[in-house]
């Protein structure tokens, strides 16, 4: 089975602070996601990347960036967190670029900007 | 542009009942994929069904079962005997093919409520 592993599961932190999210998946899958989910809106998606070191912009860049270094991880990083940023970040994954390919989720990180 | 729409936000029933989640997809691809995912209070999607567009049969896997109808743009998913650990958000997306990677367009989610 694919698994798909965030770091935190809920994480608290300041207005302002450069947050990292990461996730790591081993299943060798060349694109890998990062989603933001929130009530009555389903899952938006920030960033992906389709390879090593390379990264697409989503439905919703601003204010985050992303890095990927590794094959199997992806981080989400918020430069300065700010209060609209508390929400539901999912990480996923999948095979290759075909489109039939499903995306594969980790749990979930619930991140909170006070 | 690809949109997915479940206009149900919220469905409460009764165990053992029957219960349909709609899902309606725009898209002018003329190959696509449709997806289910499943999202218990854990938080993980889950992965249910994937449909291509030339394929109308529907499916059935146990109590779950998917009516695709290319003429509606719809892909229903119908749980038969509704049990408790049916109670989840529910997501139907759409794929679509974007700088050269798979990306997925989601529905809003229908949290589905099963009460004993």
């Known amino acids: 089975d694919v698994k798909v592993t965030q770091s935190s599961r809920y994480l608290v932190k300041r207005t302002g602070e450069k947050v990292f999210l990461e996730c790591v998946q081993d299943?060798?899958?060349?694109?890998m996601f990062w989603y933001r989910q929130d009530p009555g809106l389903g899952l938006r998606l920030i960033y992906f990347?389709?390879?090593?070191?390379?990264?697409e912009k989503g439905d919703i860049p601003e204010g985050y960036s992303v890095s990927r270094e590794k094959k199997e991880r992806f981080s989400l990083i918020l430069e300065s967190a700010s209060t609209n940023q508390t929400s539901m970040y999912l990480c996923?994954?999948?095979?290759?670029?075909?489109?039939?390919?499903?995306?594969?989720f980790g749990d979930g990180t619930r991140l909170s900007i006070l | 542009a690809q949109k997915v729409t479940q206009a149900q936000t919220e469905i409460s029933v009764v165990e053992k009942e029957d219960v349909t989640l709609d899902c309606v997809y725009e898209t002018r691809d003329t190959t696509y994929y449709l997806f289910w995912y499943k999202q218990p209070p854990s938080g993980e999607l889950v992965f249910l069904i994937r449909r291509n567009s030339f394929d109308e049969q529907n499916e059935i896997s146990g109590r779950y079962s998917w009516n695709f109808q290319k003429s509606t743009s719809s892909f229903n998913f119908t749980i038969t005997a509704s049990q408790v650990v049916d109670s989840a958000v529910y997501f139907c997306?759409?794929?679509?093919?974007?700088?050269?990677?798979?990306?997925?367009?989601f529905g809003q989610g229908t949290r589905l409520t099963i009460n004993p």
């Open positions: 299943m060798d899958h060349e694109n």
């Open positions: 990347s389709y390879d090593v070191k390379m990264k």
């Open positions: 996923a994954s999948s095979f290759d670029r075909g489109f039939n390919q499903p995306q594969h």
């Open positions: 997306a759409l794929s679509e093919v974007s700088r050269g990677a798979q990306k997925l367009v």
